[in-house]
């Protein structure tokens, strides 16, 4: 590791702490993602074999780059390309009128964090309902499903969508139970005629209240009718009926001409 200058620390979680660092050979600015291995009984710790293991399988423009793994010192460092900045902060220092959109077109757009993610084929295998962070988590899996596809990643990239309009979070909730009743209170709360199967799940309740469907207008204002469009097929309750990750990108919404700022949003940045 004595090739690495270490910058500043940029990110902490569970199981280590981020730097931004610099090789002092080349000087190519790196993230080393630094992982503890001596509170670990098993060795090194699941989600950075699984991180590992997925990313030297996953090679992709839209995806972040692993150079390097190395082990010093009773800790692992997973050394990945450097990104400026995520996506919560470029959000947080632009107009809420402008989606970052053309990011999206140059694939500027990377993914990364992939400690809890999960390889995906058929048959479909059974799957723990303790994953995505509750604000985003898709309600096939509030309801106690454990076979379950990447439709529940199309979920969250609606409530991600939903924010990056509104600056708000789609369905704020503290616990499953309220998280759920937030996605029925905007969406209606589903039934055999909505979405087919939905009273087998685990934990379904008969007993839910009944809400009805409000309208987009009352969710996104604010936005065109295609990106409505997109929202509504992003987020359907049922998965079956959920939009495809590739029908998605091929939607309209991304071939569109943007809308104007108005005036008023132009006003407010210089008000601020």
Same mark, same amino acid.
């Given at each position: 590791?004595?090739?690495?200058?270490?910058? =500043?620390?940029?990110?902490? $979680?569970?199981?280590?702490?981020?730097?931004?660092?610099? +090789?002092?050979?080349?000087? %190519?600015?790196?993230?080393? #993602?630094?992982?503890?291995?001596?509170?670990?009984?098993?060795?090194?710790?699941?989600?950075?074999?699984?991180?590992?293991?997925?990313?030297?399988?996953? &090679?992709?423009? +839209?995806?972040?780059?692993? !150079?390097?793994?190395?082990? @010093? =010192?009773?800790?692992?460092?997973?050394?990945?390309? *450097?990104?400026?900045?995520?996506?919560?902060?470029?959000?947080?220092?632009?107009?809420?009128?402008?989606?970052?959109?053309?990011?999206? &077109?140059?694939?500027?757009?990377?993914?990364?964090?992939?400690?809890?993610?999960?390889?995906?084929?058929?048959?479909?295998?059974?799957?723990?309902?303790?994953?995505?962070?509750?604000?985003?988590?898709?309600?096939?899996?509030?309801? $106690?499903? &454990?076979?379950?596809?990447?439709?529940?990643?199309?979920?969250?990239?609606?409530?991600?969508?939903?924010?990056?309009?509104?600056?708000?979070?789609?369905?704020?909730?503290?616990?499953?139970?309220?998280?759920?009743?937030?996605?029925?209170?905007?969406?209606?709360?589903?039934?055999?005629?909505?979405?087919?199967?939905?009273?087998? !799940?685990?934990?379904?309740?008969?007993?839910?209240? &009944?809400?009805?469907? #409000?309208?987009?207008?009352?969710?996104?204002? +604010?936005?065109?009718?295609?990106?409505?469009?997109?929202?509504? #097929?992003?987020?359907?309750?049922?998965?079956?009926?959920?939009?495809?990750?590739?029908?998605?990108?091929?939607?309209?919404? *991304? @071939?569109?001409?943007?809308?104007?700022?108005?005036? %008023?949003?132009?006003? =407010?940045?210089?008000?601020?």
């Amino acid at each position: 590791m004595d090739v690495f200058q270490k910058v =500043e620390k940029i990110g902490e $979680g569970t199981y280590g702490v981020v730097y931004k660092a610099k +090789n002092k050979e080349t000087g %190519q600015l790196v993230a080393l #993602k630094k992982i503890r291995l001596d509170l670990e009984t098993e060795g090194v710790p699941s989600t950075a074999i699984r991180e590992i293991s997925l990313l030297k399988e996953l &090679k992709h423009p +839209n995806i972040v780059r692993l !150079l390097d793994v190395v082990h @010093s =010192e009773k800790k692992l460092y997973l050394v990945f390309e *450097f990104l400026s900045q995520d996506l919560k902060k470029y959000m947080d220092s632009t107009l809420a009128s402008e989606l970052p959109l053309h990011l999206v &077109k140059l694939g500027a757009i990377k993914l990364a964090d992939f400690g809890l993610a999960r390889a995906f084929g058929v048959p479909l295998r059974t799957y723990t309902h303790e994953v995505v962070t509750l604000w985003y988590r898709a309600p096939e899996i509030l309801l $106690g499903s &454990k076979f379950y596809s990447t439709a529940v990643d199309v979920w969250s990239i609606g409530c991600i969508f939903a924010e990056m309009v509104t600056r708000r979070a789609l369905f704020p909730g503290d616990s499953e139970i309220d998280q759920l009743f937030r996605i029925f209170r905007t969406l209606g709360t589903p039934s055999e005629a909505t979405w087919p199967g939905v009273t087998q !799940l685990p934990d379904y309740k008969g007993s839910f209240p &009944k809400w009805t469907r #409000k309208g987009l207008e009352e969710i996104v204002p +604010n936005l065109e009718p295609a990106g409505k469009d997109l929202l509504m #097929k992003l987020l359907q309750c049922d998965p079956s009926r959920r939009i495809s990750a590739k029908a998605a990108l091929a939607h309209p919404y *991304f @071939s569109a001409e943007p809308s104007p700022v108005p005036r %008023q949003c132009v006003l =407010e940045r210089f008000c601020r």
